[in-house]
């Protein structure tokens, strides 16, 4: 099975701060990853899907890279909204979770 | 707007059953690949089943095969999961998850329901 892994496992941050979160897939699973947020007691939300593709009606402050096994998702500017948990998925077989990484306010 | 509302949670003992019931509206159901995930509590997310839009194609996580079976009825946009020989470890939300598009993977999750929540203990 594909394992995926996240980094930071937590972050601190300031509104207005640019965040980067990696996540690692254990194989090669081309672009098949997505990026979900989820705020504390609520369901999680798609992102981005195909690792850089925005999900329709998510602000443009959030943006998707990499392919292959090493993945990306940046926030360029962080608002009071974006703190919550962030997890990546891969969808190439059987899917899998990142761990999550939850962003603080510094 | 999609809309996915799960109910059937509540708690249980070790080794007893529950099934729960996922209503979806907003798309056209049989069209779509739908699936089930779950979290424990302060944990991550967990894929738990996946069925394909004309229940041909049924793909469990390995914890659960067995135990859990997914099933779908088309004619009253409606997913289910049957729960039986419960573990103090399936406690967790349960959510209903509709796959993003209609063709492509199966497990390019979409849409979100609300979530409910499976304890079981003694």
């Known amino acids: 099975d594909i394992q995926v892994t996240q980094s930071p496992a937590s972050l601190s941050a300031s509104v207005g701060d640019r965040v980067t979160i990696t996540c690692q897939a254990s194989?090669?699973?081309?672009?098949?990853l997505s990026w979900h947020q989820q705020k504390p007691g609520k369901a999680p939300k798609l992102l981005i899907y195909?690792?850089?593709n925005l999900e329709t009606g998510v602000p443009s402050r959030f943006s998707g890279s990499g392919a292959g096994t090493d993945f990306t998702l940046t926030i360029s500017s962080l608002q009071p909204e974006d703190f919550a948990t962030y997890y990546c998925q891969h969808y190439d077989n059987l899917p899998a979770f990142g761990p999550g990484t939850k962003v603080n306010i510094k | 707007e999609v809309r996915l509302v799960e109910s059937g949670g509540g708690l249980v003992k070790p080794g007893g059953s529950l099934r729960l019931s996922c209503a979806a509206s907003g798309f056209i159901f049989n069209t779509y690949v739908m699936s089930w995930v779950r979290q424990a509590p302060g944990k991550g997310l967990e894929w738990v089943a996946s069925?394909?839009?004309?229940?041909?194609?049924?793909h469990y996580t390995d914890s659960v095969k067995g135990r859990f079976s997914v099933s779908r009825d088309n004619a009253k946009n409606s997913l289910y999961l049957q729960m039986d020989s419960l573990r103090a470890e399936d406690t967790a939300v349960y959510y209903c998850v509709k796959a993003l598009l209609r063709s492509g993977s199966f497990y390019l999750f979409g849409h979100w329901g609300q979530g409910i929540l499976v304890t079981v203990s003694s």
């Open positions: 194989q090669d699973i081309s672009i098949h």
């Open positions: 195909d690792a850089s």
């Open positions: 069925i394909s839009a004309g229940s041909s194609y049924i």
